[in-house]
């Protein structure tokens, strides 16, 4: 083999290694393109599920903040009518109360008022000697029907003739008027107590108000508004 020979083989060898590499270069171009293309889109996916995590969470956000407002008005719109409707009930009272103060001023219902309340509460106490609290301005009125008072519980109770003092130091309340600026009145009635103090029966007209208005709320209620709230 002359030296034209070796030389004309050795290009041949050189173009053919050049073209392998020149081929394994392109694979591995292509290969890393779309090796790049995968990894791309994979990251590209994964920031799409980011956002769309971050719209669902800001979106349950907005839902809830949503839901305590409305609650937190509908709330606020209950209290008003609970409000209101307490308004109504004490403007109720108030005229209740009213109407009781009427009574006093009628003597003769008044003291049949006040010997019926006295009766009541000796019935209740059972005590053979009791202290009477009242107004000042019942005392004449309440002297005028102690003995009656007396004779009726002891026959309802068949029992003895009670000892009934009135309390002429502490006195109830006066009722409410302009010369009473006071947040204390009594609109009338008695307190009788055990001579000890360690029992007492509250029977003034306004504590019998009271008890009334207690008892009968829910059906006051019932009554003026149609469905009681609770």
Known sequence: ??????SKQIQQMVRFIRQEAEEKANEISVSAEEEFNIEKLQLVEAEKKKIRQEYERKEKQVEIRKKIEYSMQLNASRIKVLQAQDDVVDSMKEAAGKVLLKAGGDHHVYKKLLKDLIVQSLLRLKEPAVLLRCRKDDVHLLKSVLDSAGEEYAQKANVHLPAIEIDQHVYLPPAPSHNNTSDLFCSGGVVLASQDGKIVCENTLDARLDVVFRKKLPE????LFGQVVA
């Open 220 to 223: 006051i209620r019932k009554w």
């Open 1 to 6: 083999m002359n030296n034209a020979d070796v």
